[in-house]
């Protein structure tokens, strides 16, 4: 079984933590962004995070 997280699912997503904010990635499994944005270090900004990245991966949120 491969435990490359590209091998099994169609995106990727990266998050670069700051004490006030968190930058999202989300890249395809070949690497290419799709696009990124940066977001509060809240529980509303975490909220609209994961709805702008489930807009990204058409629904796909097994990604994160």
Known sequence: MSTIVAHQ???V????????THTFAVLTAESIIVDTQTFPNSAPGLQRALAWVGRR????????
């Open 9 to 11: 699912h169609p995106y």
């Open 13 to 20: 997503i990266g998050v670069d933590t700051h004490a006030a």
């Open 57 to 64: 991966t058409n629904g796909d949120l097994d990604a994160l």
